[in-house]
Each structure stands twice: as C-alpha cells, then as structure tokens.
C-alpha cells in the first residue's frame, strides 16, 4: 500500500452555528470535514457576521484541521428545463462559493440534477452555461466547484463517469472538479468491490475524467446491490462494498491522495461517528484516531 496517507474525515452538523461544525468533526476524530452550512432543502442563504466568522476560524486553526467542504442544498438542479430553477440554481451555488471563500473552504460539491425528462444531450449546453457563470460570479480564487456523481436513474443527470466527465469539460474551468461517491457509483454499476472491478472503475475514471479532476471522494459503503440505482448509505464494511472494498480503493495511490469524507448513518444513526473513521482508517493501513485529538495523530 502507499505510503502517502489519506486525509479521512466525515459530515458533521453545523447545529448552533458554522462553529460547531469544528468540535463535532474533533469529536470523531476527523481530519477534513464537510458540512451543510444552511438546511439541505431550502434556498435559505447563511448570513455569517465577521464575529461568527472569527469564532470559527479561531477553532479551526487551533484543532489542526486539514480541509472543509461545503454541500450545496438538494434543491440544486442545473439541468432542470424550467428557467427559474436553473437561476436559483446558480445564485445558491454563487452563495455558496462566496461561503466557501470566507471560511477559506476548500471547496462546494453539488449533485448536477435531473434533466426531467428533456434530456442529458439536450441540457447539457445549458449546464455547461450555468456553471461558466457560478465561477465568474462567485470570483472565488480558494473553493473548488465539485460536480458529484449521482445514484439515480431515469432522467438523472452523472450517474455515468462519462456524463460526469462531459459536464467538467463543458464548465471549461479549471475551478471545477470532481467528487466520487463509492455507494453512488456502486449503485450506478460501477463494481467497487472486487479487485477486478475497483481496477476497471478506476481506469475508467482515469480515461474519461483523469486524476487531475479528482478532489475529493465521498466513502460510502452500498445498502443496495450492484447497479441498484438506489441511493442508500450504510457504514463501512456493513454494506455489499464492504471493507475489502475500501482496501482496495485505498490501495491506489491515485485515490490516496485526496481527502475522503464519510457520509453513513453512523452507529447510532447520528451520522459519521469515530467508528466509521476508525474503520475506514484501517482501510487506509492507518492507526485509529482519537477524538479531540486530531492534531496530534
């Protein structure tokens, strides 16, 4: 296995205040971190005071973090055929971005959305359109836009590699990128859990996105069977990826070097918890880590 190590943490909430976020991601033992900074299913914008903005970077440096992400709201589709849906699109992902750069974020994943209908080739110039004008708006120089590959099926819009690799090209910036989530591409048939299949997923993600466009993986173990098309988290090593899964995933130094987040149920249903850390870590080949004391593993 490679010697370059993962950074490895989870989702944590930001109840409270954006602040939060810091000790809930030190309680699990997190290095890196990502957060919903307003709720998931509304387009209510978060107003962050330069007082509250202290507090948080304050705490951040001081618990030796590594990196935060921000997810866009649900709500997000910039492929949708109604006009109005595409605007708001884009204005909360401008927000977005905008957030991302005062809290020196790393970056803003968003799933692309359902064409709803219309078609993947229809919507994909107007997708390509929306996101040239996030990254001109937001005029963000830190934060990364990260198109994230979906579960879905029907009108979904990245469920394949090679959808998501033609919305990256179409945004034709250098400010968009990639998330891979393990439990959506399983769910979209992509075999992440034998040796077989994790080395053809990840020649396909070589060929059609490259490495360079990865930055960042969502590791989710699969409730549902292969090519399920169903989008159902469970902890690792609980799913059908299991943890030989992970290893395998992890074993590849093209995939070491990126952050990767949890996003599981956790064991008492509260989301990533130390558990899953710990587990995904030993995937890695990496020691446990220990809560609140991130800085020092």
């Given at each position: 296995m490679s010697a370059e190590r993962p950074l490895i943490g989870g989702h944590v909430s930001t109840r409270g205040g954006i602040d939060k976020a810091v000790d809930n991601a030190q309680r699990i033992g997190a290095e890196v971190f990502q957060t919903h900074p307003t709720p998931a299913q509304t387009w209510t914008p978060l107003r962050l005071d330069d007082i509250v903005l202290g507090v948080?970077?304050?705490?951040?440096?001081?618990?030796?973090?590594?990196?935060?992400?921000?997810?866009?709201v649900y709500l997000v589709n910039l492929a949708s055929p109604k006009a109005f849906l595409v605007k708001q699109s884009v204005g909360s992902l401008v927000h977005y971005m905008q957030l991302a750069e005062r809290l020196e974020a790393d970056g803003v994943v968003f799933h692309p959305g359902s064409h709803l209908g219309a078609g993947f080739e229809a919507m994909l110039p107007q997708m390509g359109a929306a996101?040239?004008?996030?990254?001109v708006r937001s005029a963000t120089t830190r934060p990364l836009l990260l198109v994230e590959n979906s579960a879905g099926s029907g009108g979904c819009i990245g469920c394949s590699l090679e959808e998501?690799?033609?919305?990256?090209?179409?945004?034709?910036?250098?400010?968009?990128?990639v998330c891979f989530d393990t439990q959506h591409a399983f769910a979209s048939g992509y075999d992440v859990h034998t040796a077989e299949g994790v080395a053809h997923t990840l020649s396909e993600l070589d060929r059609?996105?490259?490495?360079?466009?990865l930055a960042l993986v969502h590791a989710n173990d699969s409730r549902r069977?292969?090519?399920?098309n169903v989008d159902r988290h469970a902890n690792i090593g609980d799913g059908e990826i299991g943890s030989e899964g992970f290893r395998l995933l992890l074993?590849?130094?093209?995939?070491?070097?990126?952050?990767?987040?949890?996003?599981?149920?956790?064991e008492t249903q509260d989301g990533?918890?130390?558990?899953?850390?710990?587990?995904?870590r030993a995937c890695a080949g990496r020691p446990p880590a220990q809560p609140e004391a991130v800085a020092a593993v």
């Open positions: 948080y970077k304050e705490k951040f440096a001081r618990a030796g973090l590594r990196g935060h992400y921000l997810h866009a996101l040239r004008e996030v990254v998501v690799a033609r919305i990256v090209e179409g945004a034709a910036s250098d400010r968009v990128a059609l996105i490259g490495f360079d466009h069977e292969l090519g399920s074993a590849d130094a093209r995939v070491r070097r990126v952050p990767w987040i949890l996003e599981v149920p956790g990533p918890d130390l558990v899953n850390v710990n587990r995904l």
